[in-house]
Nanobody, 124 residues
Framework: QVQLVESGGGLVQAGDSLRLSCAAS????????MGWFRQAPGKEREFVAT????????YYADSVKGRFVISRDNAKNTVYLQMNNLKPEDTAVYYC?????????????????WGQGTQVTVSS
């Protein structure tokens, strides 16, 4: 089992920055990749970014490429999402997810552990 706890969400204005954190606990040694997804009201959950735990290979959705940066701190079992130049369309609940088998999928179905989510609201 892997437990994930997100933090760092909030209300900001367009153009501001936020950093989300996701702390993993439990059997973290079996984590192969960790990702961030988001879900806006009335929309499906969508991929934002993911990182392979070993090696740090990263992938981003086109909508956030160049503005968001995913990183991890292996010693702290924590993954971060630095979000810069936020836009109103970034408003959503952001979820952290972990995968415990080889692969770095870009879809939510590829992850088997999820956090509770943290709200990010960007006002115009």
């Amino acid at each position: 089992q892997v437990q994930l706890v997100e933090s760092g969400g909030g209300l900001v204005q367009a153009g501001d920055s936020l950093r989300l954190s996701c702390a993993a606990s439990g059997r973290t040694f079996i984590t192969y990749a960790m990702g961030w997804f988001r879900q806006a009201p009335g929309k499906e959950r969508e991929f934002v970014a993911t990182i392979r735990w070993s090696g740090g290979i990263t992938y981003y959705a086109d909508s956030v490429k160049g503005r968001f940066v995913i990183s991890r701190d292996n010693a702290k079992n924590t993954v971060y999402l630095q979000m810069n130049n936020l836009k109103p369309e970034d408003t959503a609940v952001y979820y952290c997810a972990a995968r415990t088998s080889p692969g770095v999928p870009l879809t939510s179905s590829g992850y088997n552990y999820w956090g509770q989510g943290t709200q990010v609201t960007v006002s115009s």
